[in-house]
Protein backbone atom coordinates (compact mmCIF):
# COMPACT_ATOMS: atom_id res chain seq x y z
CA UNK A 1 0.00 0.00 0.00
CA UNK A 2 1.45 3.34 -1.20
CA UNK A 3 2.57 5.60 1.79
CA UNK A 4 1.99 2.65 4.40
CA UNK A 5 4.58 1.61 6.65
CA UNK A 6 4.56 -0.16 9.91
CA UNK A 7 7.39 0.61 12.86
CA UNK A 8 7.70 -2.24 15.21
CA UNK A 9 9.91 -1.62 18.84
CA UNK A 10 10.64 1.89 18.26
CA UNK A 11 11.50 4.81 20.72
CA UNK A 12 9.29 7.06 20.26
CA UNK A 13 10.68 10.65 20.86
CA UNK A 14 7.84 13.45 21.24
CA UNK A 15 10.04 16.92 20.82
CA UNK A 16 7.21 18.71 22.79
CA UNK A 17 7.74 17.02 26.28
CA UNK A 18 10.99 15.36 25.77
CA UNK A 19 9.95 12.08 26.57
CA UNK A 20 9.91 8.46 25.28
CA UNK A 21 7.75 5.70 24.55
CA UNK A 22 8.15 2.60 23.32
CA UNK A 23 6.25 0.59 20.48
CA UNK A 24 4.89 0.66 17.32
CA UNK A 25 4.21 3.40 14.71
CA UNK A 26 1.69 2.93 12.07
CA UNK A 27 1.95 5.39 8.70
CA UNK A 28 -1.44 4.75 6.46
CA UNK A 29 -1.40 6.40 3.31
CA UNK A 30 1.42 9.17 4.20
CA UNK A 31 -0.09 9.94 7.47
CA UNK A 32 0.66 8.74 11.62
CA UNK A 33 -2.53 6.53 12.41
CA UNK A 34 -3.83 4.65 15.15
CA UNK A 35 -3.96 1.27 13.72
CA UNK A 36 -2.84 0.09 10.43
CA UNK A 37 -3.77 -3.28 7.43
CA UNK A 38 -2.29 -6.39 8.82
CA UNK A 39 -0.91 -6.39 5.04
CA UNK A 40 1.95 -3.59 5.28
CA UNK A 41 5.76 -3.55 5.00
CA UNK A 42 6.78 -4.29 8.26
CA UNK A 43 10.01 -2.88 9.81
CA UNK A 44 11.74 -4.06 13.02
CA UNK A 45 13.59 -1.53 14.52
CA UNK A 46 14.70 -3.29 18.00
CA UNK A 47 14.82 -0.08 19.92
CA UNK A 48 16.40 2.62 17.38
CA UNK A 49 14.64 6.07 18.08
CA UNK A 50 12.44 7.33 15.82
CA UNK A 51 11.81 11.40 15.72
CA UNK A 52 9.87 13.10 13.31
CA UNK A 53 11.71 14.54 10.11
CA UNK A 54 14.21 17.50 10.84
CA UNK A 55 12.90 21.12 9.04
CA UNK A 56 15.33 23.66 8.12
CA UNK A 57 13.48 26.93 8.32
CA UNK A 58 16.20 28.75 6.34
CA UNK A 59 17.77 27.67 3.14
CA UNK A 60 18.79 28.72 -0.19
CA UNK A 61 18.18 25.89 -2.62
CA UNK A 62 19.13 27.59 -5.64
CA UNK A 63 21.98 28.93 -4.31
CA UNK A 64 24.46 26.73 -6.10
CA UNK A 65 27.93 29.32 -5.22
CA UNK A 66 28.61 32.13 -2.51
CA UNK A 67 28.92 34.18 -5.34
CA UNK A 68 25.45 35.46 -5.49
CA UNK A 69 26.45 38.22 -7.81
CA UNK A 70 26.74 35.75 -10.62
CA UNK A 71 23.12 34.10 -10.31
CA UNK A 72 21.34 36.44 -12.14
CA UNK A 73 23.66 35.45 -15.68
CA UNK A 74 22.96 31.32 -14.52
CA UNK A 75 20.70 29.96 -16.99
CA UNK A 76 17.42 28.88 -14.96
CA UNK A 77 16.96 25.32 -15.92
CA UNK A 78 20.74 24.54 -14.51
CA UNK A 79 20.19 26.42 -11.36
CA UNK A 80 17.42 24.15 -11.09
CA UNK A 81 19.46 21.04 -11.53
CA UNK A 82 21.40 22.37 -9.14
CA UNK A 83 18.87 22.61 -6.78
CA UNK A 84 17.04 19.03 -7.05
CA UNK A 85 20.66 17.26 -6.47
CA UNK A 86 20.86 20.24 -3.12
CA UNK A 87 17.66 18.90 -2.29
CA UNK A 88 17.93 15.27 -2.55
CA UNK A 89 21.16 15.73 -0.62
CA UNK A 90 19.20 17.48 1.98
CA UNK A 91 16.73 14.27 2.43
CA UNK A 92 19.74 12.17 3.51
CA UNK A 93 20.61 14.09 5.93
CA UNK A 94 17.59 14.22 7.67
CA UNK A 95 15.03 17.16 6.25
CA UNK A 96 12.09 16.19 5.19
CA UNK A 97 10.85 19.67 5.11
CA UNK A 98 12.99 23.27 3.90
CA UNK A 99 11.71 26.95 4.05
CA UNK A 100 13.40 28.36 1.65
CA UNK A 101 14.56 32.03 2.42
CA UNK A 102 14.79 33.22 -1.70
CA UNK A 103 15.65 31.74 -5.17
CA UNK A 104 12.81 28.73 -4.96
CA UNK A 105 9.67 28.97 -6.93
CA UNK A 106 6.74 27.55 -7.39
CA UNK A 107 8.42 25.33 -9.99
CA UNK A 108 10.41 23.44 -7.63
CA UNK A 109 7.61 22.93 -4.85
CA UNK A 110 5.35 21.16 -8.01
CA UNK A 111 8.03 19.98 -8.82
CA UNK A 112 8.86 18.06 -5.54
CA UNK A 113 5.55 17.16 -4.47
CA UNK A 114 4.53 15.36 -8.13
CA UNK A 115 7.93 13.45 -7.57
CA UNK A 116 9.49 14.51 -10.63
CA UNK A 117 12.70 14.37 -7.74
CA UNK A 118 13.08 13.34 -4.41
CA UNK A 119 13.54 16.20 -2.01
CA UNK A 120 12.23 17.60 1.56
CA UNK A 121 8.79 19.22 0.92
CA UNK A 122 9.45 22.71 -0.27
CA UNK A 123 7.98 25.96 1.28
CA UNK A 124 9.14 29.25 -1.23
CA UNK A 125 8.96 32.98 -1.23
CA UNK A 126 9.94 33.09 -4.33
CA UNK A 127 11.83 36.45 -4.43
CA UNK A 128 12.97 38.44 -1.68
CA UNK A 129 12.48 42.34 -1.59
CA UNK A 130 15.11 44.37 -1.24
CA UNK A 131 15.62 48.20 -1.70
CA UNK A 132 18.48 50.31 -4.03
CA UNK A 133 21.59 48.78 -2.75
CA UNK A 134 20.43 46.82 -0.40
CA UNK A 135 21.24 42.91 0.38
CA UNK A 136 18.68 41.70 -2.17
CA UNK A 137 20.61 44.21 -4.58
CA UNK A 138 23.67 42.02 -6.11
CA UNK A 139 24.82 44.85 -8.55
CA UNK A 140 28.59 45.97 -8.05
CA UNK A 141 28.90 50.02 -7.95
CA UNK A 142 29.82 50.38 -10.95
CA UNK A 143 26.72 48.20 -12.70
CA UNK A 144 23.65 50.20 -13.61
CA UNK A 145 21.52 47.74 -15.65
CA UNK A 146 18.74 45.63 -13.44
CA UNK A 147 18.91 42.06 -13.41
CA UNK A 148 16.57 41.05 -11.46
CA UNK A 149 14.23 39.90 -13.81
CA UNK A 150 11.80 37.00 -13.04
CA UNK A 151 13.67 34.78 -15.74
CA UNK A 152 16.95 34.54 -14.01
CA UNK A 153 17.78 32.93 -11.27
CA UNK A 154 18.80 35.00 -8.46
CA UNK A 155 17.64 35.60 -5.23
CA UNK A 156 16.17 38.98 -4.67
CA UNK A 157 13.70 41.66 -6.54
CA UNK A 158 14.80 45.53 -6.12
CA UNK A 159 11.30 47.27 -5.30
CA UNK A 160 11.44 51.06 -4.03
CA UNK A 161 8.38 53.11 -2.44
CA UNK A 162 5.41 52.34 -0.95
CA UNK A 163 3.19 51.38 -4.78
CA UNK A 164 6.12 49.32 -5.48
CA UNK A 165 7.00 46.99 -3.02
CA UNK A 166 3.41 46.21 -2.67
CA UNK A 167 3.06 45.09 -6.30
CA UNK A 168 6.17 43.23 -5.43
CA UNK A 169 5.01 41.57 -2.60
CA UNK A 170 1.76 40.50 -4.47
CA UNK A 171 3.14 39.47 -7.40
CA UNK A 172 5.29 37.11 -5.06
CA UNK A 173 1.68 35.94 -3.75
CA UNK A 174 -0.07 35.72 -6.61
CA UNK A 175 2.69 33.20 -7.71
CA UNK A 176 2.03 31.02 -4.31
CA UNK A 177 4.53 32.28 -2.11
CA UNK A 178 4.01 30.55 1.30
CA UNK A 179 5.85 33.51 2.99
CA UNK A 180 7.49 37.23 1.89
CA UNK A 181 10.90 37.83 2.58
CA UNK A 182 12.13 41.08 3.18
CA UNK A 183 16.16 42.63 3.64
CA UNK A 184 15.27 44.90 6.42
CA UNK A 185 19.21 45.15 7.09
CA UNK A 186 22.80 44.89 5.47
CA UNK A 187 24.11 41.75 4.84
CA UNK A 188 27.37 39.39 4.15
CA UNK A 189 26.89 38.40 0.59
CA UNK A 190 26.29 41.90 -0.94
CA UNK A 191 28.26 44.20 -2.60
CA UNK A 192 26.98 47.51 -1.46
CA UNK A 193 25.76 48.29 2.12
CA UNK A 194 27.20 47.99 5.60
CA UNK A 195 25.77 44.97 7.98
CA UNK A 196 24.52 47.95 10.14
CA UNK A 197 22.23 49.64 7.73
CA UNK A 198 18.49 49.74 8.12
CA UNK A 199 16.94 48.87 4.39
CA UNK A 200 13.56 49.57 3.59
CA UNK A 201 11.50 53.30 5.02
CA UNK A 202 8.42 51.76 7.87
CA UNK A 203 6.14 52.49 5.36
CA UNK A 204 7.50 50.37 3.46
CA UNK A 205 7.76 47.58 5.70
CA UNK A 206 4.67 48.29 6.98
CA UNK A 207 3.33 47.83 3.65
CA UNK A 208 4.84 44.95 2.69
CA UNK A 209 3.65 43.47 6.16
CA UNK A 210 0.00 44.33 5.33
CA UNK A 211 0.21 43.03 1.65
CA UNK A 212 1.07 39.18 3.89
CA UNK A 213 -1.61 39.66 6.63
CA UNK A 214 -4.17 40.31 3.75
CA UNK A 215 -3.37 37.28 2.09
CA UNK A 216 -3.21 35.32 5.52
CA UNK A 217 0.56 34.52 4.83
CA UNK A 218 3.55 36.42 7.37
CA UNK A 219 6.77 38.22 6.39
CA UNK A 220 10.38 37.16 7.04
CA UNK A 221 13.09 39.71 7.60
CA UNK A 222 17.02 39.89 6.99
CA UNK A 223 17.79 41.72 10.07
CA UNK A 224 21.39 41.55 12.20
CA UNK A 225 21.42 44.57 14.23
CA UNK A 226 19.16 45.45 17.06
CA UNK A 227 18.20 48.55 15.35
CA UNK A 228 17.35 46.94 12.20
CA UNK A 229 15.27 43.67 14.29
CA UNK A 230 13.26 45.90 16.89
CA UNK A 231 11.91 48.45 13.75
CA UNK A 232 10.93 45.08 12.11
CA UNK A 233 9.24 43.21 14.34
CA UNK A 234 8.00 46.54 15.71
CA UNK A 235 6.08 46.81 12.36
CA UNK A 236 5.01 42.92 12.41
CA UNK A 237 7.30 41.13 11.39
CA UNK A 238 7.05 37.39 12.18
CA UNK A 239 10.02 35.96 11.60
CA UNK A 240 13.65 37.67 12.04
CA UNK A 241 16.22 35.61 10.14
CA UNK A 242 20.15 35.72 11.80
CA UNK A 243 19.62 38.39 14.68
CA UNK A 244 23.27 37.90 15.67
CA UNK A 245 23.34 41.37 17.34
CA UNK A 246 20.18 41.13 19.61
CA UNK A 247 20.30 43.22 22.67
CA UNK A 248 17.29 42.62 26.02
CA UNK A 249 14.59 45.14 23.80
CA UNK A 250 14.77 42.48 20.85
CA UNK A 251 13.49 39.99 23.76
CA UNK A 252 10.91 41.90 24.57
CA UNK A 253 9.81 42.65 21.13
CA UNK A 254 9.82 38.72 19.95
CA UNK A 255 7.63 37.82 23.07
CA UNK A 256 5.25 40.70 22.74
CA UNK A 257 4.65 40.29 19.04
CA UNK A 258 4.99 35.98 19.32
CA UNK A 259 7.27 36.61 16.70
CA UNK A 260 10.57 33.81 16.29
CA UNK A 261 14.13 34.03 15.60
CA UNK A 262 16.02 32.14 13.45
CA UNK A 263 19.77 31.61 13.64
CA UNK A 264 21.71 30.75 11.24
CA UNK A 265 25.35 29.78 12.80
CA UNK A 266 26.70 27.47 10.62
CA UNK A 267 26.63 29.65 7.51
CA UNK A 268 29.32 32.22 9.40
CA UNK A 269 30.96 28.99 10.27
CA UNK A 270 31.09 28.16 6.98
CA UNK A 271 31.73 31.04 4.94
CA UNK A 272 34.75 31.75 7.27
CA UNK A 273 35.99 28.06 6.81
CA UNK A 274 36.21 27.77 3.22
CA UNK A 275 33.49 30.33 1.75
CA UNK A 276 36.22 31.72 -0.43
CA UNK A 277 37.05 28.42 -1.93
CA UNK A 278 32.93 28.46 -2.94
CA UNK A 279 33.10 31.88 -4.89
CA UNK A 280 31.95 34.06 -1.85
CA UNK A 281 34.51 37.69 -3.01
CA UNK A 282 36.64 38.41 -0.95
CA UNK A 283 35.09 41.62 0.24
CA UNK A 284 32.21 39.90 1.40
CA UNK A 285 34.25 37.26 3.18
CA UNK A 286 35.77 40.54 5.43
CA UNK A 287 32.18 40.99 6.41
CA UNK A 288 31.75 37.87 7.96
CA UNK A 289 33.32 38.14 11.21
CA UNK A 290 31.11 41.43 11.89
CA UNK A 291 28.61 38.70 13.07
CA UNK A 292 30.46 35.33 13.19
CA UNK A 293 30.92 36.11 17.14
CA UNK A 294 28.28 37.79 18.19
CA UNK A 295 25.65 34.85 16.82
CA UNK A 296 26.47 32.49 19.86
CA UNK A 297 25.67 35.64 22.13
CA UNK A 298 22.55 36.36 20.44
CA UNK A 299 21.38 32.75 20.58
CA UNK A 300 22.13 32.28 24.13
CA UNK A 301 20.57 35.81 24.99
CA UNK A 302 17.26 34.86 22.70
CA UNK A 303 17.11 31.32 24.53
CA UNK A 304 17.21 32.35 27.99
CA UNK A 305 14.38 35.00 27.40
CA UNK A 306 11.69 32.37 26.05
CA UNK A 307 12.11 33.34 22.55
CA UNK A 308 10.72 31.03 20.29
CA UNK A 309 13.37 29.75 18.13
CA UNK A 310 13.66 28.03 14.76
CA UNK A 311 16.43 25.67 13.19
CA UNK A 312 17.83 27.78 10.17
CA UNK A 313 21.42 27.57 8.40
CA UNK A 314 21.39 29.66 5.09
CA UNK A 315 24.33 27.92 3.31
CA UNK A 316 25.11 28.39 0.06
CA UNK A 317 26.98 26.30 -2.66
CA UNK A 318 29.26 23.12 -1.70
CA UNK A 319 29.08 24.21 1.95
CA UNK A 320 25.35 23.25 2.46
CA UNK A 321 26.37 19.69 3.17
CA UNK A 322 27.23 21.67 6.72
CA UNK A 323 23.61 21.39 7.27
CA UNK A 324 23.76 19.39 10.57
CA UNK A 325 26.46 20.83 11.96
CA UNK A 326 24.36 23.73 13.10
CA UNK A 327 23.06 21.10 15.62
CA UNK A 328 26.15 20.95 17.31
CA UNK A 329 27.02 24.68 17.36
CA UNK A 330 23.80 25.43 19.13
CA UNK A 331 24.45 22.93 21.67
CA UNK A 332 27.02 25.15 22.68
CA UNK A 333 24.32 26.77 24.53
CA UNK A 334 21.55 25.20 24.51
CA UNK A 335 20.20 21.83 25.69
CA UNK A 336 19.73 19.24 23.39
CA UNK A 337 15.99 19.09 23.77
CA UNK A 338 15.86 22.43 22.89
CA UNK A 339 17.85 22.44 19.57
CA UNK A 340 15.42 19.66 18.73
CA UNK A 341 12.43 21.15 18.95
CA UNK A 342 13.55 24.34 16.93
CA UNK A 343 14.00 21.84 14.06
CA UNK A 344 10.93 19.87 14.83
CA UNK A 345 7.79 21.47 16.71
CA UNK A 346 8.39 25.04 16.89
CA UNK A 347 9.42 24.85 13.67
CA UNK A 348 6.30 23.47 12.65
CA UNK A 349 5.06 26.66 14.42
CA UNK A 350 6.45 29.40 12.60
CA UNK A 351 5.73 27.54 9.32
CA UNK A 352 1.93 27.00 9.91
CA UNK A 353 1.95 24.00 9.57
CA UNK A 354 1.33 22.52 13.79
CA UNK A 355 0.06 19.25 13.80
CA UNK A 356 1.36 18.61 10.24
CA UNK A 357 4.89 18.20 10.63
CA UNK A 358 7.34 18.13 13.47
CA UNK A 359 5.28 15.65 15.44
CA UNK A 360 4.51 11.91 15.78
CA UNK A 361 0.41 12.73 16.58
CA UNK A 362 -1.58 11.07 14.97
CA UNK A 363 -2.90 12.76 11.66
CA UNK A 364 0.60 13.99 10.99
CA UNK A 365 2.34 13.70 7.91
CA UNK A 366 4.47 10.28 8.33
CA UNK A 367 7.64 12.66 8.02
CA UNK A 368 10.10 10.29 10.35
CA UNK A 369 14.15 9.85 11.25
CA UNK A 370 14.86 6.53 12.21
CA UNK A 371 18.54 6.93 14.43
CA UNK A 372 20.93 4.88 16.15
CA UNK A 373 21.47 6.85 19.66
CA UNK A 374 19.27 8.90 21.58
CA UNK A 375 19.58 12.49 20.54
CA UNK A 376 18.08 13.79 23.39
CA UNK A 377 21.23 12.82 25.21
CA UNK A 378 23.95 13.54 22.51
CA UNK A 379 23.26 16.21 20.18
CA UNK A 380 26.14 14.63 18.25
CA UNK A 381 23.36 12.04 16.79
CA UNK A 382 21.62 14.49 14.30
CA UNK A 383 24.67 16.32 13.81
CA UNK A 384 26.19 13.22 11.90
CA UNK A 385 23.91 11.67 8.98
CA UNK A 386 25.82 8.37 9.86
CA UNK A 387 23.30 8.04 12.35
CA UNK A 388 20.52 7.51 10.23
CA UNK A 389 19.21 4.18 9.86
CA UNK A 390 15.88 5.28 8.03
CA UNK A 391 14.92 8.77 6.26
CA UNK A 392 10.74 8.31 5.88
CA UNK A 393 8.87 10.88 3.80
CA UNK A 394 4.93 9.97 3.93
CA UNK A 395 5.38 7.09 4.74
CA UNK A 396 8.21 6.01 2.35
CA UNK A 397 11.03 4.61 3.25
CA UNK A 398 13.49 7.68 0.79
CA UNK A 399 16.93 7.06 2.21
Known sequence: MNGSLLLRNARLLDPATGEYTEGDLHCVDGRIADEGPADVRTLDLRGAVVLPGLIDAHVHVTALTADLGSLPSTSPSYAAAHAMRTMSQMLDRGFTTVRDASGADYGLADAQAEGLFRGPRLLFCGRALSQTGGHGDSRTRGANAREDHPCCAGLGRVADGVDAVRAAARDELRKGAHHIKVMASGGVASPTDRIDSTQYSADELRAIVEEAEAANRYVAAHAYTARAVNRALELGVRSIEHGNLIDDRSV?????????????????????????????????????????????????????????????????????????????????????????????????????????????????????????????????VLAEPKNFRHVIQGGELVA
Open 252 to 380: ELFLSHNAFLVPTLVTYWALKEEGREHGLPESSWRKVDDVLGAGLAALERASRGGVKLVYGTDLLGGMHRRQNHEFRLRAEVQTPLEVIRAATTTAADLLDLTGEIGTLAVGAHADLLVVEGDPVEDIG
